[in-house]
């Protein structure tokens, strides 16, 4: 079954995750028998499988629009409700949690959605293995974990060679939008993006914009905003 697949095809027989350090923690989950039969009976529609060769995306959309990227949506409300907003593109999510992945299913069959697509796997994978270069006209990621903590900071998934890897699927004129409510998160983004000098930083001088308001508030921006935490939005031309 399909649901079967999704679920285990990511560890081994242990139940690990196949990928060494990565920036996430997440473990194999077992469906009950509602939420099984709603993957089965949605994914086919709205899931594309991960595969070691690279995807043809706009054969998955029904119209051949610009591509929006976006690396960790969530449970979908933000991914679903822009999409929704912006019919004229196309919007390919990855996620890496199964309750995100089932939520956004309901998300898009709620709003009838055509032109959103979700992948069940590590984005890094995603974009090594899946993504032509220079196919991408916008990636987002909005409130990636920032593994505040020093011990944790090297699981943080914005790192130089990730940079390097999003800026090639990016298009001439591509944008790449980050969210995040850490700000040493934000000054190392910045920073990194700054050393590699392909972009251009759209906030100039101030690096980055705070309390950007154009996007959706995600579940994980609301909850940052009740703790006092300030947003910080990055904004970067390729």
């Not at 194999?28 to 690279?54: A, E, I, M």
């Not at 069959?109 to 979700?118: D, P, S, T």
């Not at 699927?169 to 000098?197: F, M, P, W």
Request: charged fraction near 20%.
């Amino acid at each position: 079954m399909i649901a079967d697949n999704i679920v285990t095809s990511k560890y081994n027989e242990n139940g690990t995750y196949l990928r060494g350090v990565h920036s996430f923690v997440s473990r194999s989950r077992k469906l009950s028998g509602s939420k099984y039969n709603f993957l089965n009976k949605y994914w086919p529609k709205f899931g594309v499988n991960f595969q070691s060769t690279y995807l043809k995306i706009n054969n998955i959309f029904y119209a051949n629009s610009p591509i929006v990227l976006e690396i960790g949506f969530g449970m979908g409300e933000s991914l679903s409700n822009t999409a929704l907003k912006n019919l004229s593109k196309n919007f390919l999510g990855i996620e890496v949690y199964l309750p995100g992945i089932i939520s956004c299913l309901k998300h898009i069959r709620a709003y009838r959605l055509k032109n959103v697509r979700i992948v069940y796997h590590d984005a890094v994978e995603v974009l090594t293995s899946m993504i032509y270069d220079k196919s991408i006209s916008k990636i987002q990621m909005f409130f990636p974990d920032p593994w505040p903590k020093r011990r944790h900071c090297k699981r943080r998934i914005f790192t130089k060679n990730f940079a390097k890897l999003i800026f090639r699927k990016l298009v001439h004129n591509g944008i790449l939008h980050i969210s995040t409510d850490c700000q040493s998160y934000a000054e190392e983004i910045v920073s990194i993006v700054r050393s590699l000098n392909t972009c251009n930083n759209l906030f100039n001088r101030n690096d980055y914009n705070v309390g950007y308001n154009f996007r959706p508030i995600t579940k994980f921006e609301r909850r940052g905003m009740d703790l006092g935490h300030t947003i910080f939005d990055l904004i970067f031309k390729f």
